[in-house]
């Protein structure tokens, strides 16, 4: 697959967005679809109701009911792309899970939940697509971590650890790929970004002294994150691999 550095947007582009069904990753398959891209939303709720809206505003989807932290269940997500669309040019991993607890209180159990979801989910997804990237030249991973990371939240232990491991994996694996055409680069995102309906009291404590603290006084949205998450699936963003871009407000200046 020839790439100029002419090409603008997404046309005739193949996107995987994971944990796509609600919040930030429905914002990124929908600022994908609108730079032109072909989406396979994958999730382990139903997407339905996304996919028909996508569809009624142009754009060719496809959905996938998922646990992606099952191996056969990755492998089906990447065989759909392939056998619908014919390609796979953008991952857009977007799966994670936090459990807020003091480290002494940790159960096991907990702690290999949140590496599961987090951080294995990772590798599988990424070493489904990256036959086929490597096969047609090209191919743009975009991970997620969070401003946890810079910040050493404490009692995300677990969650830190493993969104740790995601920024690990980006650059470890960003120079091996490299010559294929192939980018990874990696997110970190704020809390209120990610936040929830479930969140525990310290999480929201912590939310009545965040935005006062950022260099922007205001919460980020779900499409701030995917304007970022555009210009880093572009073909001209090809320069860009192996990096960490937090995305905050300037919470963590990183």
């Known amino acids: 697959m020839e790439i100029t550095k002419f090409e ?18 429905r914002a990124f398959c929908e600022r994908l679809a ?10 382990v709720q139903n997407s339905d109701e996304l996919a028909s809206r996508l569809r009624e505003e142009g754009a060719e989807v496809v959905c996938v ?10 492998e089906r997500v990447a065989a759909t792309a392939i056998q619908t669309f014919g390609q796979i040019d953008i991952l857009v991993h977007n799966v994670g899970y936090y459990h807020e607890e003091p480290f002494e209180l940790l159960p096991f159990d907990e702690w290999k939940r949140t590496m599961e979801i987090t951080l294995d989910s990772a590798y599988h997804m990424v070493r489904s697509v990256l036959p ?6 090209f191919g743009r991973i975009i ?26 994996l980006t650059r470890s694996l960003a120079p091996e790929i490299g010559r294929y055409g192939v980018t990874i680069n990696t997110i970190s995102v ?9 969140m525990g009291q310290v999480g929201v404590t912590m939310l009545e002294h965040i935005i006062p603290a950022q260099s922007v006084h205001r919460a980020d949205e779900p499409e701030d994150i995917a304007n970022v998450v555009a210009f880093l699936a572009l073909p001209a963003s090809g320069i ?12 963590a200046r990183h």
């Open 8 to 25: 603008r947007g997404l046309v005739g582009r193949v996107a995987i967005v994971t944990g796509a069904a609600v919040g930030n990753g």
């Open 34 to 43: 609108q730079e032109g891209a072909k989406v396979v939303i994958a999730d």
């Open 65 to 74: 009911q998922a646990d992606l932290t099952n191996p056969v269940d990755v």
């Open 132 to 137: 086929q990237m490597k096969k047609q030249g």
């Open 143 to 168: 991970t997620f971590s969070s401003d946890t990371v810079w910040l050493g939240t404490p009692y995300l232990t677990a969650y830190v650890t493993a969104k740790m491991g995601i920024i690990g």
């Open 190 to 198: 704020g809390l209120t970004a990610t936040q929830n309906a479930n």
């Open 240 to 251: 860009i691999t192996g990096q960490t871009i937090n995305v905050d407000g300037g919470v």
